[in-house]
Each structure stands twice: as structure tokens, then as C-alpha cells.
């Protein structure tokens, strides 16, 4: 996908694009997540809609809190993506860590709004590859 990256609020978020790899990283708890998140989280649904992609990878691992207002974003992307024709929807799979109390609690709830497109990858239970 061709999203630009951004690090919004001083750099306490990271918002980063590679291919279909979102990550996500830092904190939101800012007011209104929603002056960055809602035209970031948009510019990837257009992006994934308009190249037929049949999956985007949300990795937020590493983003240790997200309020409310966010949550609710991330609740509006998924909803949009469910409007799309059969044909033309998107796995959202987020790779999570269940470890992170927000995630654990969140991230079950949030793929009961289309268990068959949105999945869930905890991290946490990923064993370690050797090295």
C-alpha cells in the first residue's frame, strides 16, 4: 500500500505503513486520537479497497494504551470495511499482545464486529523461534 507514515503528538505515536504491514506504536490518549487516526485509518481502507488487497496486517504490539476515543476509530475502520461488497473486503488481521491489558480486553470484542474478516494473532502466544 502507498500510505504515508506519520508520528503525530511529538513523536509519542508512530504510525507506520510497509506493504499491508500497519504498526502502531506508543500511546494514544490524546482528546481527539481522532484529527490522526480517522484520516490515517482511511487513506488505508481507500488504499486496500483500490488495489484488491485480501489482507491488512495491524501489528500493536508495541502500543501500550489506547483510550476510549480511539477505540472508537478503530471500531469506525472496521465498519467501514464491513460495508464493502463481499468480493471486495479485507482480512484485518491485528497482531496483538494479550499481555497489554487494553489489548487482552479490547481486541476480542472488537473482532466480534465480523469474526469471519477480522482475526486476531496473539503475540503472546507465539513461542519463540530459536535463533
Not at 496473539?122 to 535463533?131: E, G, N, V
Amino acid at each position: 500500500m502507498k500510505v504515508n507514515s506519520a508520528s503525530p503528538d511529538g513523536g509519542r505515536v508512530s504510525l507506520q505503513v510497509d506493504g499491508n504491514l500497519v504498526t502502531i506504536r506508543g500511546e494514544i490518549d490524546q482528546a481527539s486520537p481522532k484529527l490522526f487516526l480517522a484520516p490515517f485509518f482511511e487513506e488505508i481502507h481507500t488504499a486496500a479497497a483500490q488495489e484488491s488487497l485480501h489482507e491488512v496486517k495491524v501489528d500493536i504490539c508495541t502500543l501500550h494504551f489506547l483510550n476510549s476515543a480511539a477505540v472508537k476509530e478503530l471500531i469506525a475502520w472496521v465498519l467501514k470495511r464491513n460495508r464493502l461488497p463481499p468480493g471486495k473486503k479485507y482480512v484485518l488481521d491485528f497482531i496483538y499482545d494479550s499481555s497489554i491489558l487494553w489489548q487482552r480486553v479490547t481486541m476480542p470484542t472488537l473482532s466480534q464486529l465480523d469474526p469471519d474478516f477480522v482475526v486476531l494473532s496473539d503475540r503472546s502466544k507465539t513461542p519463540a523461534r530459536p535463533r
